[in-house]
């Protein structure tokens, strides 16, 4: 394939990806909405991580962060395309090339691969020299929505899409295979900005508590800036020793019966990473 064709193929995929990635996230954010925002926002308000209610203001910002976000997404998946045709990543087309068991292994590693990625650029952007380039537009959100799982600044917007290049380009992936990783991590993502609690409060005490992150764990770190870096598992957070010291407290109180409301921060950034 000529240049020229690899070129027009990237662009259609990176409007189709446009088009995809942002039906599959306000899908989601909107459902979670539905649910915990509007149709049982009584029944589960001692589930709330934060009491005070969002504000319009902050749901519009995110909303625009967002969109702006899932356009940086799309280049990136354009140049993944052109750079693919180009015989340059380990995607591939025909399952039995690499069979069944490594098709959902290869998923398995991808979001493996996603963990630690994150865990490390999330805690590079809290640099005091990186933060306000990166990471402050995300952190204008205290209070998460679930809109706000994509409300990135471009330059972090780009770190973020960076997790795909990265995969493609060190294991065999089948295509649909990646979409299913993506899958995971948009609907993990939107659950984790989703403000509300969604496990039972004995679920910290089991190894799947130990193993995987729960929404509480990142609205903490939206609330106090430090600590609680992880994106869905909560391996690095404990080998590094950066679970924020209130995480449990707050898992327990967001997860158990009904009690005094708890808004511990307005929604203000201060200048540094805090």
């Given at each position: ?44 308000a001692s589930r709330k991580i934060v009491q005070r209610p969002p504000t319009r203001k ?74 306000r380039i990166f990471h402050r537009t995300h952190h204008l959100s205290t209070n998460p ?130």
């Amino acid at each position: 394939m000529n240049i020229v064709d690899r070129t027009v193929a990237a662009l259609a995929a990176g409007g189709a990806a446009a088009v995809s990635d942002g039906l599959w996230y306000a899908g989601g954010a909107a459902a979670i909405w539905l649910v915990f925002y509007t149709l049982f926002r009584r029944r589960l308000a001692s589930r709330k991580i934060v009491q005070r209610p969002p504000t319009r203001k902050q749901i519009t910002r995110e909303l625009i962060h967002s969109l702006r976000s899932i356009l940086v997404f799309a280049t990136v998946t354009g140049i993944v395309v052109f750079a693919a045709l180009g015989g340059h990543t380990r995607l591939y087309r025909h399952v039995d090339d690499h069979g069944w068991e490594w098709f959902f292994a290869s998923i398995l590693i991808a979001v493996m691969m996603h963990d630690t990625y994150f865990y490390w650029t999330h805690r590079l952007m809290h640099h005091r020299r990186l933060y306000r380039i990166f990471h402050r537009t995300h952190h204008l959100s205290t209070n998460p929505t679930p809109w706000a799982a994509y409300a990135f600044s471009v330059p972090e917007a780009f770190v973020q899409a960076g997790i795909g290049p990265l995969v493609v380009c060190t294991i065999p992936m089948h295509g649909v295979a990646f979409t299913a990783f993506m899958g995971w991590q948009i609907a993990f993502n939107v659950l984790g900005h989703g403000g509300y609690e969604i496990f039972p409060r004995w679920f910290l005490g089991t190894w799947a508590g130990r193993l995987l992150n729960t929404p509480t764990h990142h609205a903490l770190h939206h609330e106090k800036f430090i600590g609680s870096y992880g994106l869905y598992f909560n391996i690095w957070d404990r080998l590094m020793g950066t679970n924020h010291r209130d995480y449990e407290a707050r898992f327990t109180l967001a997860a158990g019966s009904p009690a005094t409301p708890v808004d511990p921060a307005p929604e203000l950034v201060p200048a540094t990473n805090g």
